[in-house]
């Protein structure tokens, strides 16, 4: 390296250490409860119009040591606001008795918002969807007499005012609505009414109404809200919830009342079977700035932590992990570029609220795809304008007031002063990461125990039946299983008189999933889908003379969360046949069957230290079998990463902790992938004890216990992967009172890379500046780079918290045989590995 190029580089880290970090996030300026009315450009806060840059976290799906920890990454991810749902079913589980401890201190929750200088916005529901059990409504009241859900439905109507009542009373004490100072700055009543509305004709119109009465006239001092509700009663703003909603999104109830978007979906929601959902940054911030520069005034990404469905709450079929592809992931770890490209729109918007909010708006189409949105206000220097290229696939160069600006794809330039790009929704400055898991040092010496339920015949049995009873209203939502068995006397002319041929048992089931035994034989097992729940179920099966007892363990996979009339939908056994036999098809249906509910380990709890001493365990080997409990002892992983359980040789079940459920696994439920939908579960650290641990697990269909792995979770893999000709980072703009100014002389685009705060670069994995191709984790080089570049990011980075680079062949280099000619633009790739000063 020359002196001449070593000076360069000394004074670009002299220049670099003198640009403060742009501020303009910093929310706590904004934070100033009171009382909240809105127009038709934004809701107004103590008197302040508000831009709203919100997220959804839900309390049940984390713990409450988590909380703190998400909520500041939240904020520093550039949100003000928290929008969470509350869960009726989880606080009133019985009726009458009420549960707000734990990951259920709804209000703990709502005061670390205000400690945060969040607002919040609270989605009463009472029906919440949220692919949790049963919509959020609690079991019972199915078994109200008469009801019918949401449906202008006396009984119905009567349980939800009272909870409704409750819910805000409790709030409205602990004072926790803006105007009494506190952070709750909206409410939602009802949740995407609409998908149903029809099915109930003039009693759902009516059920509407009532439903924004009841809610205004509870607190009529915060604006309350309708999701997706096209009707919505004059008292209430509807919003929208999709993707795009610049595009799909009518406008609000109202001439009046503002643009708000309540569910900006950052992924999919995941059910078992399915393939990876994922969501790119560029276009979650294309759809925020165009839903934004169309009059919008709030967006809120659904999820922006989606977390963990512990124990047997997600609804049908859907996954343990939650909305893992959110900005923060399940661990409530920071995924890149997600959460920093997010951030920087919300610097950017912040940076213009002002022309946004004054300024006078002026739309001009170039073309079907092509728009230009400018706000101004006359007799002042405040100017902004939105650049929009809606193409799926071809860049467009246009001519906006004497310059010419390039517009990528799918994108939306940013000009705070109408002149000069600072931000392009397609073009990712921020750095990015990969998630690993790492097998514990210290966890994983199991020692395996297991102990194998008896399969019950049906005069063991205590519910008598003539036919199979329905799943559901037998269990309660108390557990996911029920057992159904029946026997039968055969006499040799019964069975088929070739030795080759075997009866096939058909048993046609309502759903989710069944084992089915013959002679205490294990036949199968069966499923349906997330599409279709009830299913056909048939193998063949060896029958004897004399007394053949048939056991069927059914189950649920949770409970339906959408659709109509969802306390008339059933799971279970609906006939079972014996097919082939001598006399032909032999129908079972009648043949009075037993019936328990739940298993017995559920009723010993063999899940906890107590309950596991109830029974006999013998060593664990060879294959596993089904209905099968398995326990071990570990000690706790080392560090303070977060934790996961590796399922992946096992096949369906449950997953305890010191008696914690971790919730469902599936891991013999392929997507079309091959691979299972999950592998991974969250076990936190706060389920944890200091040093011995009891781990427990209920194996349905058989699976190999010796597979589980425990592992410690992290994102220390953190890269940048940037080109020339991108805009300079944000923090080196700032406004001089209205003019748009620059903090160094010729800004340029700076590749950035920063670890956690208690880490540093370790090591240097990947450098090329050239034509490099791949992803964070997964880099190549091309077909030219510069030689000196992996020695200019070493120098600037190793060791280091955080450093930054600029794109800039004067410091990075060219390589000299020309390799690069025909490489118009070049890219910076850079791939490196933070860790700890003493790794554990």
């Known amino acids: 390296m020359g002196i001449s190029y070593c ?23 904004e934070y100033n409860p009171g009382p909240v009315t809105y127009n038709a450009r934004s809701v107004i806060v103590n008197g302040n119009p508000t831009l709203l840059f919100s997220g959804s976290i839900h309390y049940p799906r984390s713990t409450p040591e988590m909380w703190p920890n998400i909520l500041r990454m939240a904020k520093e991810g550039g949100l003000n606001t928290i929008e969470t749902y509350v869960f009726w079913n989880v ?22 918002i205000a400690e945060n200088k969040l607002y919040a916005i609270l989605r009463l529901g009472p029906f919440i969807q949220a692919e949790w059990n049963l919509g959020g409504l609690p079991f019972w009241l199915r078994d109200v007499p008469d009801i019918i859900f949401r449906s202008y439905n006396e009984p119905y109507m009567t349980h939800m005012k009272r909870y409704s009542e409750m819910i805000i009373n409790m709030m409205k004490k602990e004072k926790l609505f803006a105007p009494q100072g506190g952070p709750i700055i909206m409410a939602q009543i009802e949740n995407e009414y609409n998908h149903v509305q029809e099915s109930y004709r003039e009693k759902g119109i009516q059920y509407v109404k009532w439903a924004a009465d009841m809610a205004t006239g509870l607190y009529p001092d915060v604006p309350w809200i309708m999701c997706k509700q096209k009707d919505a009663p004059p008292n209430v ?61 709030m967006t809120n990404y659904y999820m922006y932590h989606g977390g963990t469905n512990f124990g047997r709450t997600s609804s049908s079929f859907v996954t343990t992990r939650y909305y893992d592809e959110a900005p923060l992931d399940e661990f409530g770890l920071i995924r890149e570029p997600k959460w920093s490209h997010l951030r920087d729109i919300h610097r950017v918007l912040n940076l213009v609220k002002k022309p946004f909010l004054l300024g006078t708006q002026k739309i001009k189409d170039i073309n079907k795809f092509v728009q230009i949105i400018t706000y101004e206000k006359p007799e002042s220097n405040l100017c902004l304008a939105f650049l929009s290229n809606r193409h799926k696939k071809i860049h467009r160069t246009i001519r906006f007031r004497g310059k010419i600006y390039f517009l990528p794809r799918r994108s939306v330039a940013i000009l705070p002063d109408c002149k000069t790009v600072i931000f392009n929704t397609e073009l990712i400055i921020s750095q990015h990461n990969s998630r690993s898991f790492v097998p514990s040092k210290k ?130 056994i609906r006939t079972v046949i014996l097919q082939g036999m001598s006399s032909g098809s032999l129908d079972l249906t009648l043949n009075q069957w037993g019936h328990k509910v739940g298993t017995e380990g559920e009723m010993l709890r063999l899940f906890t230290e107590e309950g596991s001493k109830k029974v006999k365990w013998s060593q664990a080997d060879g294959p596993g079998t089904p209905i099968t409990w398995y326990k071990t002892n570990f000690a706790t992983p080392e560090g303070n990463n977060p934790v996961a359980i590796k399922m992946e040789r096992m096949g369906k079940g449950v997953v305890w902790v010191n008696g914690h459920s971790l919730g469902r696994y599936w891991e013999n439920y392929r997507s079309p992938l091959g691979a299972p939908s999950q592998t991974e579960y969250h076990m936190p650290r706060e389920y944890l004890n200091p040093k011995n641990n009891l781990l427990v697990v209920y194996e349905e269909s058989g699976g190999s216990i010796d597979g589980v792995v425990i592992n410690t979770v992290n994102r220390d893999i953190i890269c940048s992967f940037m080109y020339e000709d991108y805009p300079p980072n944000l923090d080196t703009w700032k406004y001089d009172g209205s003019v748009l100014k620059s903090l160094v002389e010729s800004p340029k685009p700076e590749a950035q890379l920063r670890c956690d705060p208690d880490k540093f670069i370790k090591e240097i994995q990947f450098v090329s500046f050239g034509n490099p191709w791949g992803s964070c984790g997964t880099y190549i080089q091309g077909t030219c780079q510069s030689p000196i570049a992996k020695q200019v990011v070493t120098k600037a980075c190793l060791g280091k918290n955080s450093c930054r680079i600029p794109l800039d062949k004067s410091f990075l280099g060219e390589p000299r045989d020309g390799s690069c000619s ?19």
């Open 7 to 29: 000076s360069r580089f000394i004074l670009f880290l002299i220049i670099i250490s003198l640009v403060p970090v742009y501020s303009d996030t910093n929310t706590d300026n």
């Open 91 to 112: 606080h009133e589980p019985v009726e009458g008795q009420f549960n707000f401890t734990g990951n259920y201190d709804l209000v703990k929750f709502m005061k670390l």
């Open 237 to 297: 703003i509807s919003t929208c919830n999709g993707r795009h909603c610049a595009d799909t999104f009518g406008g609000p109830n109202g001439d009046n009342k503002p643009s708000l978007w309540t569910e900006n979906w950052t992924a999919q929601y995941r059910v078992f079977g399915d393939p990876p959902s994922q969501r790119a940054a560029e276009d979650i911030a294309f759809s925020v700035a165009r839903f934004f520069m169309n009059n919008g005034s």
């Open 443 to 572: 966890a994983n010496k199991f020692k395996w125990e297991s102990y194998r339920e008896s399969i019950p015949i049906s005069k063991d049995l205590p519910i008598m039946s003539k036919t199979p009873l329905e799943l559901t209203s037998m269990t309660k939502d108390t557990t996911d299983y029920m057992w159904y068995s029946t026997s039968l006397h055969l006499d040799s002319d019964d069975l088929p008189m070739r030795p080759d041929i075997l009866p096939v048992i058909q048993i046609q089931s309502l759903g989710d999933a069944l084992l089915a035994f013959v002679n205490g034989e294990y036949i199968g097992f069966g499923h349906g889908s997330f599409i279709e729940k009830s299913f056909s179920f048939s193998k063949p099966v060896s029958l004897r003379t004399g007394v053949n007892h048939i056991s069927i363990l059914a189950m649920t996979v949770g409970l339906p969360n959408s659709g109509a009339y969802m306390e008339k939908r059933f799971s279970g």
């Open 822 to 840: 025909q490489e118009k633009v070049k890219r910076l790739a850079i791939q490196v590995r933070c860790a700890k000063k003493k790794e554990e």
